[in-house]
């Protein structure tokens, strides 16, 4: 029978516990557990210790944009989850004369450029914020959100895309800086679990640092998730339906302010590589062939790792370059200045692109899906297994995907 791995885990943890617990052996099995739990410790203050922040260095996780997108048959869905969400809309008028609906059935399956439109705030129910009258109150916001900025993106003239600009409190940097600052033991994993393979002891253990690491993004994952769950309907587009639990599903860009590290390009590479064991614990990529930076903004990619959380895109803005470029004051009010001018100069340049990418990264997903399942199915011998049948709603899936790329493929060239 296989034991499930979080069994395994377990149990492996309550055996060392134990074993700690108890006066010193000599030797047997109780020995190697309290030498094996010595050499854990001995590793996690290591990893402790390489992981501290740089001297002066300060990181804040500012504010999160997550990204759903509609195709245009679901144009009169959106359009009616939009207007319940924002009542306002249909008769608030816009600068020049057109309110939002006009805006809003001109762009819809015609050719032009990218354009925005901000539908509202999203905010707590029992908070009072001075912010424009389109708002949508909810009593179900996650603690760690102030408020969230609601666009709707005219991405083509068949795909429409929502973005929510989820701005946190300094709750959010002191739970991750609070999980950062932990001693993590390896997470082992004993190879047998009988009486008799417990005599010998066999563990595999992942290393302190990507446990660290791991916490870090689940910790990150576990809060977009439940700020999607407190957006429905209006996360219930294209990739919402492409899994299921309770576990983010819409793509994201995270922005972070970093002050501390050096203003210029070069030594801003030796400074990560310096410090590579804390970048590294954060979840952030330290290749520079995948750093995208101009001095002022980093721009990392998402990016996955086995067994670990997706990490999101992310965006890193190095505080006095960016100030000094963007003359920006030294005010209270200077993480609204960066969320405004990130949002306007380099969020909605990203959004088609991360969006249309993600697409494209779904289906080829849902076609090695089916392929793995049907060679799975061949394998029982001939004639296929009646199994088979179950793959139709995936293949409807893929060939419905197939006619929406050939769209975009055609409308991106009439764009050129």
Known sequence: MRVPDRLRVLVSKKLLDLAEALPRFRKGALARLQLTREHQRKSAQRTYERTRPPEGTELKLLYFRLIEVFHIEHRNRLRKRMLRAFPELQKRPRSGGQNFLDWFDNRSGRLGSISS???GHIVHKDRRLHLDRARWERGNLPVEIDFIVVWLHAILPSLFALSFDVHLNDSVTRQLNSLQDRHYLPEARIHGLAPLGILYLGFSQIPPARVMRRELLAWLDRLRAKSEESLRPLTDGFFAGLSS?????????????????????????SWIRNHIHWWDSLGFRHFEREIYTDGKVMFIPSSSRESEPQVANRLVVLREPYRRSMELSE??????????????????ALLPFIAVEEV?????GSIEQLRFRLFRSLKTGWPPDVSLWQHIGLGKRILRSSMQLSRISTEFEQNK
């Open 331 to 348: 005010s209270g009010y200077e993480d609204q200045q960066v969320a405004y001018w990130t949002r306007l100069a380099t969020l909605d």
């Open 360 to 364: 494209l990264a779904s289906s080829q």
């Open 245 to 269: 639990g309770q576990v983010a599903k819409l793509p994201a860009i995270e922005t972070y302010v970093l002050a501390g590290a050096p203003d210029r390009i070069e030594p801003l590479g």
């Open 117 to 119: 439109w901000r539908l």
